[in-house]
């Protein structure tokens, strides 16, 4: 974890003001993962903070995005939301073998936003902090090409990297069949080298040692491991916030 940089901090919240918004509603650990996504620049990081609130207000006016919007996205039943890791942080599953490219994009940018927002709501204790991160594992078994889609994958890492600065802990791709690779190359080319060095390709039995040690066997499914069942993302109840 950064340590709090307060004159960063103060530059930025006085940034954000002359670019005609406010910080008013944050604490310095959310100020703070923009800052870190900005290399401690406190006006691009203004910037990128002014530029997530005017996305927050598009495409979820109302703080959330209801289940009713992404109905078709939910029905594959294709995310999974495990409980927390070893170190604390939610394990989100996709099964990328129940997934489609979707028609509809909107719904699908929609459903993105929805599941980052539920995974890293999973892990507040009564509030949120602002620094909560997530692992996210896209397991790739049994894709056909009827799965592939790059522009999806492009849009989740883009979202992490624009609008949810700093929440990837890391990111584990298991079961990547050998006609993916070219996919994946064309994908990484969108990633910034910052989430590019939080991806692990999982490709042989050490990496899967780690990758079972980093998230631990509580928070693991047994298919990948672990001790616990899939737990679909729509099945899964959050605790109310304190006020």
Known sequence: ??????????????????????????????LMRFLIARSMDSEKAAKMFVQWQKWRAALVPDGFVPESEIRE?????????????????PVMIVKACKHFPSKDHLQFKKFVAHLLDKTIASSFKGREIGNEKLIGILDLQQIT???VDARGLITGFQ????????????CFILNMPGFFVSVWRMVSYFLEK???????????????????????EEALPEEYGGRSNLIALQDVTLSPLED
Do not use: W
């Not at 996205?73 to 942080?89: D, P, V």
């Open 1 to 30: 974890m950064e340590p709090i940089n307060d004159s960063a901090l103060t530059q930025m919240r006085k940034s954000v003001q002359k670019l005609g918004s406010s910080t008013e509603k944050y604490g310095d650990p959310t």
């Open 73 to 89: 996205e939910l029905e594959t039943r294709k995310i999974y939301l495990q409980g927390l890791s070893k170190n604390g942080y």
């Open 145 to 147: 090409f009827k799965n």
């Open 159 to 170: 979202f992490l990297q624009s609008y949810y600065p700093e929440r990837l802990a890391r």
């Open 194 to 216: 910052a989430t590019l060095e939080k991806i692990v390709i999982v490709s042989n039995e050490a990496e899967r040692r780690d990758f079972i040690k980093e998230i631990g």
